[in-house]
């Protein structure tokens, strides 16, 4: 049996004695309902699913031994659930956030901090992007880190973690040199190359299954200014971009300093399609070849493109308000044919649907390449659990996403979002084009990303889970996220 998200349509009965105790040895540290503590927590969720769990209380600690308080305080008593918030930006119920127990809302650990030589920049589990790139770049340096600077640093790179320097450097875990983690027993511990190596292999990618990370330690490189930005274009030229962004995908030599997602949008409002690009590239070069094909599609409704810090470039402005959201999501082998097809499957899908959302829905399909050039990091850097190697090829990830404001739609956006992956999994394994990893930051609550992973690695996640958290505190208590399989 496979365990994921189980937190929809489940209400556990309250337990006041849990969040008593820690009140007592926490202070103004645990906060309850309806207090400016809590109410400021259950509004930085990025989803309303997320946000409309009722924690018995949430507790925001500041160092690793208040997080280490916290647990030794919980752990074992199956009345007392609890949930591991970081940027709380996973959109299904239960992720981060609980009904009925307690959430552990990290973002109080934020501080981020370089060694003396600037090799390795020490983070906080609960900071953000921006908090990152902010520091770094007066610094001169960066590390492969999330593209939107919203997003949280523990959540992103314990799932994995595609950046802007993925081509350079890898998934953003495998940049990892070090995790500071508070295990089930409230031990603080760290686990890297020499210290607990096999722990430090199952957190690059295994999630929140064994402890929770309190600091990551992520080896630098020298950055400065880079160029990117949005490029939008009509859905009219969606031939035309499948070409170019195939050609980008597919390249053997896939240029290490090139990023592209390409996303295509439609709101079912005015029921038009609309397609955008983040292109970047990470040293300063204007209008780079990589890019020529794409450039050179007219007609360009907005061009943003040119010289940027990281800072700036990821600071993108977030939604006004709390939305109901979904992901799905699945990988590819290269395809101009497969991608023009996955379009006709979503506008086919979403138009025979859309009068049904009260509000309307954003749909989004976006297309990130995933070449050999990222995959072949992970044996250099002492190993990662995505079971993703160059002998899958070039791929492309897709992430279908979805925004509605009616909660009374979630379950018939969720049926719709899932009919479109079927249909467009079913038509890429017709074409020998459908891979089997699974993207675990891009997973739907139906998926089961870490069973993806291989069977050895999956078998070495289930023996390190048994080593470091022998009664199986973060499979059976912490119900939200991804679960090993068992």
């Known amino acids: ?276 690009h983040l292109a970047t590239y990470t040293k300063p070069v204007a209008d780079p070849p990589v890019f020529e094909g794409l450039l050179a599609i007219e007609p360009q409704l907005q061009n943003t493109l040119g010289f940027t810090n990281l800072s700036t470039l990821t600071n993108e402005p977030g939604l006004p308000v709390q939305l109901n959201s979904l992901f799905y999501t699945a990988t590819y082998g290269v395809s101009a044919t497969l991608l023009a097809k996955i379009l006709d499957i979503s506008n086919e899908t979403i138009y025979s649907t859309y009068p049904r959302v009260p509000g309307g829905v954003l749909w989004s399909l976006a297309f990130e390449p995933l070449p050999t050039q990222v995959t072949k990091f992970g044996p250099l850097k002492g190993g990662n659990s995505l079971g993703t190697t160059p002998g899958d090829g070039n791929g492309i990830v897709l992430l279908l996403s979805a925004f509605w404001a009616s909660t009374s739609a979630n379950a018939f956006v969720q049926q719709t979002a899932h009919r479109i992956m079927q249909k467009a999994n079913e038509t890429a394994r017709g074409m020998g084009m459908l891979h089997k990893f699974v993207y675990l930051n891009y997973a739907n609550q139906d998926q089961n990303p870490i069973s993806t992973y291989g069977r050895e690695n999956v078998a070495n996640l289930r023996a390190t889970a048994t080593k470091y958290d022998p009664r199986g505190i973060f499979q059976r208590q912490v119900p939200g996220g991804f679960k090993l399989p068992v």
């Open 1 to 276: 049996m496979i365990q994921s998200n189980s937190q929809i349509g489940v209400r556990l009965l309250p337990n006041t004695s849990c969040c008593g105790e820690l009140a007592q040895l926490l202070g103004p540290k645990v906060s309850f309902a309806n207090s400016s503590a809590y109410l400021a927590t259950e509004r930085a969720y990025w989803s309303l699913q997320e946000a409309d769990l009722s924690p018995t209380c949430i507790v925001v600690p500041s160092t690793a031994e208040d997080v280490s308080t916290t647990v030794r305080t919980i752990a074992g008593n199956q009345e007392c659930p609890f949930a591991i918030k970081g940027g709380g930006h996973a959109p299904q119920a239960g992720s981060a956030n609980i009904d009925s127990g307690v959430t552990i809302d990290m973002t109080g650990l934020t501080s981020v901090t370089v060694n003396g030589n600037k090799t390795v920049a020490s983070v906080g589990a609960g900071a953000s992007w921006l908090d990152v790139y902010l520091y770094l770049d007066g610094l001169g340096i960066a590390v492969a880190g999330g593209r939107n600077a919203a997003v949280g640093v523990g959540g992103f790179t314990l799932g994995g973690g595609i950046s802007y320097f993925a081509p350079r450097e890898g998934w953003a875990c495998d940049n990892v040199v070090n995790f500071e983690i508070v295990l089930a027993s409230g031990a603080i511990v760290n686990a890297n190359a020499k210290v607990r190596p096999d722990l430090w292999r199952a957190l690059k990618g295994g999630s929140n299954n064994f402890g929770i990370v309190t600091r990551f330690d992520f080896e630098t490189f020298p950055q400065g200014a880079l160029w990117g930005g949005a490029l939008t274009q009509s859905i009219n030229s969606s031939d035309e971009v499948f070409e170019a962004f195939a050609n980008i995908a597919s390249a053997p030599q896939y240029d290490p300093y090139a990023s592209l997602v390409t996303g295509l949008t439609f709101n079912s409002t005015s029921q038009q399609w609309l397609i955008g």
